[in-house]
């Protein structure tokens, strides 16, 4: 539990120090994702122009798209809003060990998303000759995904430092050679795991749901995936400190608002998953 605390309930809802009643940080946010809901706006009304009104070297789109890893990454992306919605909760209850267990996932579940889309970048340029410079639709595609996709990119790092100061030890202790040791274990974790999922779409994708798609995925990702089995277990090991921590209840407005930042991400999503995937099959 955080020394915060014993400090009694606090009101993260209405902060009376503040014209509004409305938290500064949470004001910040509201503003800055009203903003970005003009960009994100823009960027998506100009793919949909220019895909009404077909321009020369358009692709095929239909047989462009994966429906099924597009939906899946789809489902990823909203399950870890859920993962961030539960986060928030525990943190607001002061539950330190469950708000780590909660962004963690968020963390894995991002991950995931950003390596679906790796994957499927890579796919069009390499196998179907999709770039910025082959059409008009390449260039609205990749600049409104890619964005999006650089978004979630933040928003993974923002919630792996987020991860990270909760061990922040309430004794004053040091602690920045620790975390800068746990943050280093997440870089190389992040970069194996990216790995091993790449090789799991492209085996699944080659050789569908069977031992030979496990086959492949162990044959060309062994080292991948012994090197995500450590970087757990170290992970695992920074998390079994039983020490108070300088992390509780009174944190909850810096989750919260970075939880904003994900779900505006995730509805985006929703929104450019409809518009530019969904309606081409209609």
């Known amino acids: 539990m955080s020394t915060h605390a014993a400090h009694g309930a606090i009101d993260h809802h209405h902060d009376h120090t503040t014209t509004t009643g409305i938290p500064n940080k949470k004001l910040f ?31 095929d789109i239909l047989g462009l798209f994966s429906l099924e ?16 919605a539960l986060a928030v909760n525990a943190c607001q209850k002061g539950h330190v060990p469950a708000t780590r267990k909660m ?23 390499h196998e179907k000759g999709l770039t910025l410079n082959s059409s008009m639709f390449g260039a609205t595609f990749y600049t409104l995904t890619g964005t999006h996709g650089c ?6 790092l923002w919630l792996v430092l987020m991860y990270i100061r909760t061990f922040k030890p309430a004794d004053g202790s040091p602690w920045i050679l620790k975390s800068v040791a746990h943050l ?6 992040t970069v194996a795991a990216i790995a091993t999922i790449l090789g799991a779409v492209h085996a699944i994708h080659e050789y ?5 798609a496990v086959s492949a ?4 990702q062994f080292l991948a995936l012994i090197t995500t089995g450590v970087g757990i277990a170290l992970l695992a090991f920074f998390a079994r400190s039983s020490k108070p921590v300088e992390f509780g209840e009174a944190n909850a407005i810096d989750v919260e608002g970075m939880g904003l930042y994900w779900h505006f991400v995730d509805i985006v999503w929703i929104v450019i998953f409809t518009a530019v995937y969904l309606l081409e099959y209609l």
């Open 103 to 125: 962004l963690l996932g968020t963390i894995i579940f991002g991950l995931i998303f950003l390596t679906c889309q790796v994957y499927e970048f890579t796919h069009f340029v």
């Open 184 to 189: 280093a274990v997440f870089a190389v974790v």
């Open 208 to 212: 569908g749901f069977t031992a030979n």
């Open 29 to 59: 946010m509201w503003a800055f994702l009203a903003s970005d809901c003009m960009f994100f706006g823009a960027l998506i009304s100009t793919h949909l122009i220019y895909r009404l009104h077909e321009t020369p070297n358009q692709p």
């Open 69 to 84: 890893l597009t939906s899946f990454s789809t489902f990823i992306l909203l399950m870890s809003s859920l993962l961030m």
């Open 151 to 156: 978004h979630v990119a933040i928003g993974v």
């Open 217 to 220: 995925l162990v044959h060309h």
